[in-house]
RNA sequence: GCCGCGUUCGUCUAGGGGUCUAGGACGCCGCCCUUUCACGGCGGUAGCACGGGUUCAAAUCCCGUACGCGGUACCA
């Protein structure tokens, strides 16, 4: 019997939940749930005090409850492994990071940061493109490798600033076996003595990751290919522990469509929200978002395209998880988008309708009408909030006449709908319905020998102020009499 | 520069030696439906980066080249 599966979001919080790291969420968190007993954790790596960002934690949490992926364990509902914080976990690091000096894998070093700019300078001056604090420079630099036993000691004992690095072999050939990507292999001289605890007592990413993956049972690690290079450091990381490395697997980047990763500038610049925030905000279908980024790397292998998060549960695989970094398609997200929202009931979108107008102060029908609106509407937007601009006709007389749509209303015009708002202005309330209407329409362009849309055009300019829209009969049956006399009267009034 | 990882239609991908004159989806174009705009239906456009091998046979395996991306910090 294996170990029950257990994988980690690591993010950092250091800002809002970008898109990307969103992805990298989701793939952990399907994986295990296609696990029998598998558990998805999170994990807060908030080592880095300098870039720290207070609503961060709380940002990521609630981005991943709105997509619907749940948090097994993690801060807020710890299991057996925690804390699940890492600046809450400071003295395990010092711990393990001592551990390995005295097993001979890690040293102390005292160099300041002038000095390693200097050692710096100093090699790339005499050739050298890529200087790194290894296996040679270390023979220069002030560490407990070159300074004597004693002279350690004293500096130890001054409180004087250290850092603990990891003594990096120097040759070996670090091979380990990604389950994207397949064998993979870097020689150690390509690396440097990383730095494990940095000067202000806290673990590097590379030895806290090491640790609590350990420590928290974690058997897949799944993570951005960024990552892929530092691999190496982790596996020499776990063998001087003697631990048995989790499996690895590092997932593909997303692109901008201009190339590169998906930075927030870039993606700014390109008009694509890059936090999961501003989706939210947006008023994006969270299924839709996680529908269109599990497909972004990864296909079940056959020609389906919607999948529930629970169905994309049963199908995931990290085999069939591609090697190439995919490109973020935002008209796709909105074709997505378009399928999860038409999937909504008319009363479930009129209730969140209702929502969204209350923030932005505006004020809407009664349910009946209501639905019957959206109901028309429905087919022809890609977002819900558009429900509210596109159908604004619905609730209030147009303000403004589409200029666009203006280009239709023609000398003929005025005397057409005057003909025509005769004819309906002898129907009884209960009389003015959608075919009725348009029978009425008929017999004035038939009166007249003119098109459908000499007169179905203005009438439209006249009724909603747009040039396109839902179809206008129903539009009219659902706007009532009045309302659509009240309208017709102002339009033959404006535009004569 | 060095190290690593990639490369099938514009984009996301299927494909894992013969069934590929390469399939699907988004986008785009056209037609139908609709005398609006959409939705829907039908059809079309377009791709195996390049060069060598291996093999009777390569999009599929191997090697190079090119290009792209990532890494190269007391950031994650």
């Given amino acids: 019997m294996e170990a029950p599966v257990r994988v980690r979001f690591a993010p950092s919080p250091t800002g809002f939940l970008h898109i990307g790291g969103l992805r990298t969420a989701l793939y952990n968190y399907l994986f295990a749930r296609s696990h029998t007993g598998g558990k998805f954790i999170l994990r807060i790596e908030d080592t880095d005090q300098s870039r720290y960002v207070e609503e961060a934690e709380d940002d990521i949490l609630r981005s991943l409850e709105w997509c619907g992926i749940v948090v097994d364990e993690g801060p807020d509902n ?69 300074l004597p036993q004693d002279e350690v000691t004293k500096r130890l004992e001054a409180g004087e600033e250290y850092v603990i690095r990891l003594k990096v072999p120097r040759r070996e050939t670090i091979r380990f076996e990604d389950l994207i990507r397949g064998h993979v292999s870097f020689e150690s001289k390509g690396l440097d003595d990383q730095v494990l605890i940095k000067s202000d007592g806290m673990p590097t990413y590379h030895l806290a990751n090491v640790v609590d993956d350990y420590l928290m049972k974690i058997t897949h690690v799944i993570r951005g290919e960024e990552w892929l290079s530092s691999t190496p450091k982790h596996i020499l990381l776990y063998s001087a522990f003697g631990w048995e490395p989790p499996q690895m697997a590092h997932l593909p980047l997303i692109m901008s469509p201009t190339g590169g990763k ?9 008009g694509i929200p890059v936090n999961t925030k501003d989706y939210i905000k947006h008023h994006y279908e969270p299924e839709a978002l996680v529908n269109f980024l599990a497909y972004l790397g990864w296909s079940p292998g056959d020609d389906s395209e919607i999948h529930s998060l629970n169905e994309l549960t049963r199908l995931f695989t990290l085999d069939r998880v591609s090697k190439g970094g995919a490109v973020f398609n935002h008209k796709k997200l909105m074709w997505y988008n378009e399928q ?22 505006i004020t809407l029908p009664d349910d009946d009408y209501l639905e019957k609106a959206i109901e028309l509407l429905k087919e022809r937007v890609s977002k819900v909030d558009e429900l509210l601009s596109m159908g604004s006709f619905f609730f209030d007389d147009p303000k403004e006449y ?20 005769s004819k309906i202005d002898k129907l009884s309330d209960e009389e003015f319905e959608a075919v009725k209407l348009k029978s009425l329409l008929e017999e004035v362009i038939n009166a007249n ?46 535009l004569g």
């Fill in 78 to 146: 710890p299991g057996e492994v925690g804390p699940y914080r890492q600046s809450e976990r400071k003295e395990l690091y010092n711990k393990y990071g001592k551990e390995l000096i005295e097993s001979g894998h890690a040293y102390y070093a005292f160099d300041t940061t002038e000095e390693l700019d200097q050692m710096r300078e100093r090699l790339q001056k005499s050739g050298n493109p890529s200087p790194k604090y290894d296996a040679i420079t270390r023979q220069s630099m002030k560490n407990s490798l070159t």
């Fill in 262 to 270: 998906l930075s927030k500038r870039k993606a700014e610049e390109e």
């Fill in 340 to 361: 999860y929202l038409r999937e909504q009931s008319n009363k479930v979108l009129a209730n969140r309708l209702r929502e969204i107008a209350g923030k932005e102060k």
């Fill in 402 to 421: 589409d200029p666009n749509a203006l280009k239709k209303w023609k000398e003929d015009s005025p005397v057409l709908v005057k003909e025509y708002r």
């Fill in 449 to 494: 020998g003119v098109g459908f849309g000499k007169l179905m055009m203005p009438l439209r300019i006249a009724v909603t102020g747009q040039g396109f829209g839902p179809d206008l009969f129903a539009s009219m049956e659902l706007l009532g009499k009045e309302t659509v006399l009240r309208r017709i009267d102002n339009t033959l009034h404006e």
